[in-house]
């Protein structure tokens, strides 16, 4: 069977962070009595801070920051909105695997499924709406040393710009998938982004990056970066050769053509897909040319 607990890696890395930012500490609650939860997005019982995990509405569990009342509503959104950037991602992966393990004993026990309801099966949506159920395979033998911590996707749909470039991030198992536009507020240098850990930083529509954010990214990639560090995805809905007569600088567009990827001829399948970005950005790849 399955390991169908919470990945541990991103919960201590996630506790390490709330330490060390805002000095407190963290609880994960799966499978909760839903009774239990308020309707509001946050809330507090007694001292503590709740935040609900949720994926397109659904419960998945709630997060726990012990002896929260002496943080004022702005750190409280900086702690939420941190939780929900590693645990959503997470604890829906935590899902699907506990999803397949459920699968796997009936099968052994030769139970037909016409009347068994799987845990968690109603209301959570499809992979599909965020990935697709095959990615269930993802797990099996992963490369995960990328050529390069610069990729850049090349597609006509932002939307599966998006679903490519979360694929990747599954494939090297990085702890967190954020866009850029949500944090570069913090982000003042290099090193700013290096300090990050090993996540993924999604640049998209990169052709509207103003000057600073394309210093700042060449910045980040004019040193080699290891594994522990922020891999950047860019993406968009021009061609290179139209980045090339937009704002952008000619240096950025540069590294973008070095690791460019062309979404639209990607193939179809996820499983199809998955080996495509191996052979194209793995050093490690197993897949043969």
């Not at 397109?56 to 709630?62: A, E, F």
């Not at 750190?75 to 506990?98: F, H």
């Amino acid at each position: 069977m399955q390991n169908s607990t919470l990945d541990s890696s991103f919960v201590n890395r996630l506790k390490q962070i709330l330490a060390s930012r805002y000095g407190k500490g963290l609880q994960v609650r799966q499978l909760m009595d839903l009774a239990e939860l308020s309707a509001e997005d946050v809330f507090t019982r007694g001292r503590d801070l709740h935040i609900p995990i949720r994926v397109n509405g659904s419960i998945l569990g709630t997060a726990v920051v012990p002896s929260a009342d002496d943080l004022n509503a702005e750190k409280r959104q900086g702690v939420a909105q941190l939780v929900r950037m590693v645990l959503e991602p997470a604890m829906y992966k935590w899902y699907l695997d506990q999803k397949e393990s459920n699968l796997l004993e009936l099968s052994k026990a030769n139970l037909t499924l016409d009347n068994v309801a799987l845990f968690g099966e109603d209301p959570l949506p499809s992979i599909d709406e965020i990935l697709s159920d095959t990615e269930l395979d993802l797990n099996e033998g992963l490369a995960t040393e990328l050529i390069s911590q610069l990729i850049h996707l090349e597609g006509r749909s932002e939307n599966t710009n998006k679903k490519v470039a979360l694929q990747l991030h599954e494939i090297t198992g990085r702890w967190a998938f954020v866009p850029f536009n949500d944090i570069k507020g913090q982000l003042h240098s290099a090193q700013d982004i290096a300090k990050m850990g090993a996540m993924t930083i999604f640049v998209e529509n990169v052709e509207k990056l103003n000057a600073a954010e394309q210093e700042l990214l060449m910045d980040y990639i004019a040193e080699e970066r290891s594994s522990e560090e922020p891999l950047l995805i860019t993406s968009s809905a021009v061609t290179l050769d139209e980045l090339t007569r937009s704002d952008l600088a000619s240096d950025l567009v540069d590294e973008l053509s070095v690791n460019c990827f062309e979404v639209d001829r990607a193939p179809l399948t996820t499983q199809g897909l998955k080996e495509v970005l191996e052979l194209f950005f793995m050093k490690d790849s197993t897949i043969d040319a």
